[in-house]
C-alpha cells in the first residue's frame, strides 16, 4: 500500500475512533513517521496490523473497520491536496467509477511497485450499474463497499451495492440505485 | 466555441497529399486528399484525418504535412496551440491544447470523460499531478529530515560558544553574590554570621574559578577553518535551504558579481544560515519571500557599532517580509535563551553571532513590527 492510504487511516482513525486509540495502535504496531510519506509504498502489513489494531483496540470488527475507511477515503481525498484530481475524475458517480483505473495507471506510473486495483464498468443502465473489481489482494470487499458507498455520499445518490459473482482476484459488484 | 480536433494514422501521414480541402458546413471540416497513387477520399476520412470544430482552437502539430492542412483552411480563424502525441497504437491524437495543469483542467470545468478516450492529454495531466505531489511530498520530507538534522546539529556544534556564554553569565551571578556578601558584612551583622558569610565568599572564589576554567577552554577550542567560495557552497546547498521553507514561501537569490572568497568552519557557517533561514521561516508562517542577498563591504575605518576593523568585508543578508520582531526583545535576540518563538530554545542567533565574532566579523539584526527583520552577516573576505 502506499502511504496516503497511511496518511487517510490515521485520520480516520484519529477523527472516528479517538486520539487514544491511534496512540494505542502507534504504540502496538511500533509505528514512526517513515510509515506516513504518502507517496511511498509500503508492506501491506503494515496497514493490515494498522487497522486489525486499531479494530481490536477500538472493540469493532475489522472489516466494519474496513467499510468505514473506504467511506472515510473518499471524504478525505475530496479536501487533500488531492481535490482537484478527485473533480478531475469526474462530476458523476459513472464518470467517477470510469476514471478510477486511469488514476490508478498513474499512481502506478508514479510510485514504484504499486499494485492498484482496476474497476472495470461492464454494464450501465439507468438504474443499474454492474462494476467488475479486480485486485492482487484479497479481503478488501469491504473497503471497496466503503469506498461507493463514500461516492453515493459525494454525488448524493443512493442505493444499494450487492457482490454478485466472485472470480479468483475478482468480483462483479451491482449497484442498484433508487 | 469552436475546437478542431485531428486523429490522423501515423502509417498514412508520410504520405497524405493534403490537395483537397472541403469545407462542408460549420460544424465539420472534412479532408479529401489521397495517397500517393492511391485515392482516400472519403473512404479514408476518418481513418485519415477527423476535423471536427467545436473550440476556436486548433493544436499545434509536429509535422510539416499539418502545417500544411492548417494552411489550407484559411477559411477558419485557427489558432494553434498544443501537441500531437504518439500513443501506442501508432495513431497520434491531437490534445486539448488550453490547459497545462490539472488544476486548470477543473477550473476550466473540464473531467476526465471530456477528453476522448485514449487523449494522452488527460493522462498527461494526471501524471503531471502525481508526480508534482510526489515532489511535494519529498520536498516536505526533506524539510522535516533537515531539521531535524539541524536539530541534532546545532546543539553539539554551538556547545563551545554557550559553555562560554554560560560561563560569562553564570560569573555574573557569581559576582552578584560576592558583593551581596560584602555588603553583609557593612551592616554589621553578628559574629555568628561571620562564618557563613566567609563560606559563601569560599564557594564564590571557587565557583568563579570554574567558570573561568569552562570559559578558557570554551574560548581555546578552535574550529577547524577551511577556505571556501560562499557562492559556490551557496548553491551546493540551495536544495536543502529551498527544502527549509515552506511551498509558498520563496527564496530569492541576489547575489553580487564575482566570488566572496571566506574562511572558517562550512558545517557550523551553514548551520548559522540554517538557523538563520529557519527562523525567517518560522516569522513568516504560511507564505512569504524570503531573500537572500550578498554584497561586498569595503570598510576604510573602523566600525564602531559592528565592532569591525577595516577591511574587505562580504555582507551576506536573509531578509524576510514577514511580521519583524518587537522592539523590546531586538536587542535580546542575538542573547543565548532569548527567543521570540516561545518555545524555541533561543541558541541560534546566538550561536550565529558568536561565529561571526570569532571569525572577526558582525552579525546585525534590523526589524521593527511589520516590516520583516534583516539579518546581515559580516565576514571578513580573504584573498583567493
Known amino acids: 500500500m502506499y502511504g496516503l492510504i497511511h496518511l487517510s487511516f490515521r485520520s480516520f482513525v484519529r477523527e472516528r475512533l479517538g486520539n487514544s486509540v491511534w496512540e494505542q495502535v502507534v504504540k502496538q504496531r511500533e509505528l514512526t513517521e517513515e510509515a506516513f510519506v504518502s507517496m511511498s509504498g509500503y508492506s501491506d502489513n503494515i496497514t493490515i496490523g494498522m487497522i486489525s489494531a486499531a479494530a481490536h483496540i477500538s472493540g469493532k470488527n475489522f472489516n466494519e473497520i474496513l467499510e468505514q475507511f473506504g467511506r472515510y477515503w473518499i471524504d478525505y481525498m475530496s479536501n487533500s491536496e488531492y481535490a482537484a484530481m478527485m473533480s478531475f475524475a469526474g462530476s458523476d458517480l459513472i464518470a467517477f467509477i470510469s476514471s478510477i483505473n486511469d488514476i490508478h495507471k498513474a499512481v502506478n506510473e508514479t510510485i514504484e511497485g504499486t499494485k492498484t486495483p482496476t474497476f472495470d464498468i461492464l454494464k450501465v443502465s439507468d438504474k443499474v450499474i454492474i462494476i467488475r473489481y479486480k485486485s492482487e489482494r484479497s479481503g478488501l470487499l469491504p473497503f471497496v463497499i466503503g469506498l461507493l458507498k463514500g461516492l453515493f455520499e459525494k454525488f448524493n445518490v443512493s442505493g444499494t451495492i450487492a457482490p454478485k459473482k466472485a472470480g479468483k482476484k475478482s468480483l462483479e459488484i451491482k449497484i442498484s440505485l433508487s | ?384
Not at chain 2, 516536505?140 to 546543539?155: D, K, N, Q
Not at chain 2, 560569562?168 to 558583593?179: E, V
Request: aromatic fraction near 8%; include cysteine; proline fraction near 4%.
Open chain 2, 1 to 384: 466555441m469552436i475546437s478542431l480536433q485531428i486523429y490522423l494514422n501515423e502509417a498514412d501521414l508520410n504520405n497524405i497529399s493534403p490537395s483537397i480541402i472541403l469545407f462542408d458546413s460549420d460544424l465539420y471540416v472534412s479532408f479529401h486528399g489521397s495517397l500517393y497513387g492511391k485515392n482516400v477520399k472519403g473512404r479514408h476520412i476518418n481513418e485519415i484525418l477527423d476535423l471536427s470544430i467545436k473550440e476556436n482552437v486548433f493544436f499545434k502539430e509536429s509535422t510539416d504535412i499539418i502545417y500544411d492542412v492548417v494552411a489550407r483552411l484559411k477559411f477558419v480563424d485557427l489558432k494553434i496551440v498544443g501537441d500531437i502525441y504518439r500513443t501506442s497504437d501508432g495513431f497520434l491524437y491531437s490534445a486539448r491544447p488550453d490547459v497545462k495543469s490539472l488544476e486548470e483542467a477543473v477550473q476550466a470545468g473540464l473531467s476526465m470523460s471530456s477528453f476522448r478516450p485514449g487523449d494522452p492529454t488527460y493522462k498527461a495531466l494526471l501524471l503531471a499531478h502525481m508526480q508534482q505531489s510526489l515532489l511535494d511530498q519529498y520536498r516536505e520530507l526533506a524539510l522535516r529530515l533537515t531539521e531535524a538534522r539541524h536539530g541534532l546539529i546545532e546543539p553539539i556544534a554551538n556547545m563551545w560558544e554557550m559553555s562560554a556564554f554560560i560561563a560569562h553569565d553564570f560569573k555574573n551571578y557569581l559576582n552578584a553574590i560576592g558583593m551581596s556578601a560584602d555588603r553583609i558584612e557593612m551592616l554589621g551583622l553578628p559574629a555568628a554570621a561571620d562564618s557563613s558569610l566567609e563560606l559563601i565568599r569560599q564557594a564564590v572564589v571557587q565557583a568563579s574559578s570554574l567558570a573561568d576554567a569552562i570559559s578558557d577552554v570554551a574560548r581555546n577550542h578552535k574550529y577547524d577553518q577551511a577556505s571556501f567560495e560562499f557562492h559556490r557552497i551557496l548553491r551546493a546547498n540551495m536544495r536543502i535551504f529551498e527544502a527549509m521553507l515552506s511551498k509558498s514561501i520563496e527564496l530569492e537569490l541576489k547575489l553580487t558579481d564575482g566570488p566572496l572568497h571566506l574562511r572558517g568552519n562550512i558545517p557550523v557557517f551553514l548551520g548559522c544560515i540554517m538557523t538563520i533561514i529557519s527562523n525567517a521561516k518560522q516569522a513568516l508562517g504560511e507564505s512569504g519571500t524570503v531573500s537572500l542577498s550578498t554584497a561586498v563591504l569595503e570598510l576604510a575605518v573602523a566600525d564602531a557599532d559592528l565592532a569591525l576593523r577595516p577591511g574587505r568585508y562580504a555582507i551576506i543578508s536573509i531578509v524576510d517580509n514577514g511580521p519583524g520582531i518587537p522592539s523590546e526583545l531586538l536587542s535580546q535576540v542575538t542573547k543565548p535563551f532569548v527567543s521570540t518563538k516561545g518555545a524555541g530554545r533561543g541558541l541560534g542567533l546566538a550561536s550565529a553571532a558568536e561565529y561571526c565574532r570569532r571569525q572577526d566579523g558582525a552579525l546585525r539584526i534590523l526589524s521593527s513590527p511589520g516590516s520583516g527583520t534583516r539579518v546581515d552577516m559580516y565576514l571578513p573576505l580573504v584573498q583567493d
